[in-house]
């Protein structure tokens, strides 16, 4: 960086690091984008000084406004949840083709692809890449709607702009959730913490078009003029971060793009190669209040590996354990309030149903929320480690009743979710955790419950597993 007390003359590179002096050069009307020269219609250079991007002005005014025009017809939230139900290991596909098909664009994932080219030369100020040329020109007229002659060179305009647009949510957003994805384990906002201390842009440049000064620095005409934002942040951790800019440019897509970095972060691109303990591996047992069992905490079910899946269709599985379930809970009337010990913990007809009810509404809300690109919660069940008092009371016909209410909607609902996911949702299923295939014979084990208290019509009692 330079002294602050050097000579500076013009046409030399002037660098500034602290926060004061970023946010005042962003805010100096006289340091500018440095602009671009530009080139035949739908290459590179012809972009390049098309965008606001690398614009001032009115002509950054009126391209802005294009850019923003399309982002207010986009819903933050449904990004988040689309970029979640990605299936896309390129971050940077991903990025762009939801935020493609958000705006209604013909082939997304094939913008997408194009998207990426451009963004390889994009901030080169003389571009000399024939194949982004190619790129450019193949998506202006993918970018245009159904127009007259007369409002050709408007839709040109915003066409570019929409293509600038693609291209940040490219480069930018898919470095963010490289950045977030790098940080520490226990980082409780991982998005925060990238944007903090390891942003996506380090740096930014203007020029000056006329004499200035920052920060008491002299910043002759023709100087161009680094701002180092990385330094600017880490040096005030007090103040916002400066990577989505600052008044009077700031970025308008910032929510966008932190929505799409989140739905990304939760991800199918984030899936390990075995069960996360987020919520999504079998029920944590926990002692607590009641009557205690004679046993310790353990996973509930057995076998807390990765559920065996087989050629049977996931949709009717949960309907098939809960008719298997209720079977039994009709023998359950005559229960005569003994306790059924099995595999070291105790049971009973109620902590049967409870533990199934509990189990299939456990990771129903984990695949909802794994579709909606949400963290899952996790569970605070005293599961089967505790036998409650309310387990311990008589099963009658009523609560037999109650019993087939409850579980038959609830296979209803795992039906019908399971029914609406596409294979590539079953077997490769956003967020961090089992797939969805595997969750659903995962829970179809819930049987289990209902078998430790086994079939108690007089002289059959059995515990059978």
Same mark, same amino acid.
């Given at each position: 960086?330079?002294?602050s007390t050097?000579?500076?003359?013009?046409?030399?590179?002037?660098?500034?690091?602290?926060?004061?002096?970023?946010?005042?050069?962003?805010?100096?009307?006289a340091?500018?984008?440095p602009?671009?020269?530009?080139?035949?219609?739908?290459?590179?250079?012809?972009?390049?000084a098309?965008?606001?991007?690398?614009?001032?002005?009115?002509?950054?005014?009126?391209?802005?406004a294009?850019v923003?025009?399309?982002?207010?017809?986009?819903?933050?939230?449904?990004?988040r949840?689309?970029?979640?139900?990605?299936?896309?290991?390129?971050?940077?596909?991903?990025?762009?083709?939801?935020?493609?098909?958000?705006?209604?664009?013909?082939?997304?994932?094939?913008?997408?692809r194009?998207?990426?080219?451009?963004?390889?030369?994009?901030?080169?100020?003389?571009?000399?890449?024939?194949?982004a040329?190619?790129?450019?020109?193949?998506?202006?007229?993918?970018?245009?709607?159904?127009?007259d002659?007369?409002?050709?060179?408007?839709?040109?305009?915003?066409?570019?702009?929409?293509?600038?647009?693609?291209?940040q949510?490219?480069?930018?957003?898919?470095?963010?959730?490289?950045?977030?994805?790098?940080?520490?384990?226990?980082?409780?906002?991982?998005?925060?913490?990238?944007?903090?201390?390891?942003?996506?842009?380090?740096?930014?440049?203007?020029?000056?078009?006329r004499?200035?000064?920052?920060?008491?620095?002299?910043?002759?005409?023709?100087?161009?003029?680094?701002l180092?934002?990385?330094?600017?942040q880490?040096?005030?951790?007090?103040?916002?971060?400066?990577?989505?800019?600052?008044?009077?440019?700031?970025?308008?897509?910032?929510?966008?793009?932190?929505?799409?970095?989140?739905?990304?972060?939760?991800?199918?691109?984030?899936?390990p190669?075995?069960a996360?303990?987020?919520?999504?591996?079998p029920d /944590? %047992? +926990? =002692? #607590?209040? @009641? $009557? *205690? !069992? /004679? %046993? +310790? =905490? #353990?996973? @509930? $079910? *057995? !076998?807390? %590996? +990765? =559920?065996d899946?087989?050629?049977?269709d996931?949709?009717?599985?949960?309907?098939?354990?809960?008719?298997?379930?209720?079977?039994?809970?009709?023998?359950?009337?005559?229960?005569?309030?003994?306790?059924?010990?099995t595999?070291?913990?105790?049971?009973?007809?109620?902590?049967?149903?409870?533990?199934?009810?509990?189990?299939l509404?456990?990771?129903?809300?984990?695949?909802?929320?794994?579709?909606?690109?949400?963290?899952?919660?996790?569970?605070?069940?005293?599961?089967?480690a505790?036998t409650?008092?309310?387990?311990?009371?008589?099963?009658?016909?009523?609560?037999?009743?109650?019993?087939?209410?409850?579980?038959?909607?609830?296979?209803?609902?795992?039906?019908?979710r399971?029914?609406?996911l596409?294979?590539?949702?079953?077997?490769?299923?956003?967020?961090?955790?089992?797939?969805?295939?595997?969750?659903?014979?995962?829970?179809a084990?819930?049987?289990?419950?209902?078998?430790?208290?086994?079939?108690?019509?007089?002289?059959?009692?059995?515990?059978?597993?």
């Amino acid at each position: 960086m330079a002294d602050s007390t050097a000579v500076l003359l013009p046409s030399v590179e002037i660098s500034f690091a602290r926060y004061e002096e970023v946010t005042a050069a962003l805010a100096d009307p006289a340091l500018v984008p440095p602009p671009a020269e530009s080139g035949p219609v739908g290459g590179m250079a012809w972009l390049r000084a098309t965008v606001a991007r690398f614009s001032a002005g009115e002509h950054h005014a009126a391209r802005r406004a294009f850019v923003e025009a399309d982002l207010a017809g986009l819903d933050p939230d449904a990004l988040r949840q689309a970029a979640a139900a990605g299936f896309e290991a390129d971050v940077r596909v991903r990025a762009v083709r939801v935020l493609a098909q958000a705006l209604g664009l013909a082939e997304p994932e094939a913008v997408a692809r194009a998207v990426g080219v451009v963004a390889r030369s994009y901030f080169t100020e003389r571009p000399e890449d024939p194949e982004a040329d190619a790129a450019v020109a193949w998506l202006l007229p993918r970018m245009l709607p159904e127009r007259d002659d007369t409002a050709r060179a408007a839709d040109t305009a915003w066409a570019a702009n929409r293509i600038g647009l693609l291209v940040q949510a490219c480069d930018a957003t898919a470095t963010l959730v490289e950045h977030a994805r790098a940080a520490d384990a226990g980082t409780a906002d991982p998005v925060a913490a990238a944007l903090r201390h390891d942003p996506p842009v380090r740096t930014m440049r203007r020029r000056a078009v006329r004499p200035t000064a920052v920060g008491g620095v002299p910043v002759p005409a023709g100087a161009d003029v680094l701002l180092d934002i990385a330094a600017a942040q880490a040096g005030r951790p007090d103040l916002p971060p400066l990577t989505f800019g600052a008044p009077p440019r700031p970025c308008p897509g910032r929510t966008h793009a932190l929505a799409l970095a989140a739905g990304i972060l939760h991800g199918a691109s984030a899936l390990p190669p075995a069960a996360e303990q987020d919520g999504s591996v079998p029920d /944590a %047992d +926990v =002692p #607590s209040a @009641g $009557i *205690p !069992d /004679a %046993d +310790v =905490p #353990s996973t @509930g $079910i *057995p !076998d807390p %590996d +990765v =559920p065996d899946t087989d050629d049977r269709d996931p949709v009717g599985l949960v309907p098939a354990m809960v008719e298997h379930v209720l079977a039994l809970a009709q023998t359950w009337t005559g229960w005569d309030g003994r306790p059924v010990a099995t595999d070291g913990r105790t049971y009973t007809p109620h902590k049967a149903i409870r533990r199934v009810a509990d189990h299939l509404l456990d990771h129903l809300a984990e695949v909802e929320a794994r579709l909606a690109g949400e963290p899952t919660q996790p569970d605070h069940w005293h599961a089967s480690a505790t036998t409650t008092p309310a387990d311990l009371a008589p099963f009658t016909p009523a609560d037999l009743d109650e019993a087939r209410s409850r579980l038959t909607r609830l296979a209803r609902i795992w039906a019908a979710r399971l029914a609406a996911l596409t294979p590539d949702q079953l077997d490769r299923s956003p967020g961090r955790g089992w797939s969805f295939r595997q969750i659903a014979f995962h829970v179809a084990e819930s049987a289990y419950y209902a078998d430790a208290v086994g079939d108690l019509r007089p002289h059959e009692r059995t515990t059978a597993r």
